[in-house]
């Protein structure tokens, strides 16, 4: 009895010790904090995904450059480019673009003080990213600006499971 007692009191003690990210969810007293990704798909003038590798003129992961400047110094952002996916077995719950995915550029964006980010897209001109968060919520994008233009925010399904893809067309 003394034993269950006391692995009671050290579940409780755990609890208590939790500090929760404004996310909420999951567990934390034996999980690791991880920032929620955002998740950007680019579009090409007529709407084609442009990082989708079987679009003619994609752009592949080695011709992206995301980063932020540190003075005259670029600093790269760690992203990866997932494949479309569904949530669930309904069909309406899905992505069907590839995305830019960045835990880390949220993390940034969110900042206090955010630095100058910038997606370089091959051989293009660097595109700005700033954000606007939602009030009281560090995690959560309220509006995205590329290049000082707002891009379209999920409002599908899908958003209430992923609440940070956008989209922008080039």
Known sequence: MKKILFVLFIVFAANLGCKKMDTGGG??????????????????????????PATNGSFATANIKLYYQNGTTENPIQ?????????????????????LRSSRLLDLLSA???????LKLGNGTPRQLKAT??????????????????????????KKIVPNIFYFSL
Do not use: H, R, W
């Open 133 to 158: 968060m939602v009030s009281g919520q560090k995690y959560k994008v309220e509006k995205l600006l590329v290049d000082n233009v707002e891009a379209t925010a999920e409002t599908g399904p899908v």
């Open 27 to 52: 567990l934390c007293a034996c999980s690791p904090v991880q920032t929620p990704p955002l998740l950007l798909v680019v579009k090409g003038t007529n709407g084609v995904d442009m990082l989708n």
């Open 112 to 118: 206090e003080n955010p630095p100058n980010i910038y």
């Open 79 to 99: 992203f990866d480019i997932n494949q479309p996916f569904s949530v669930g077995n309904s069909a309406t719950e899905k992505i069907e673009f590839y995305q």
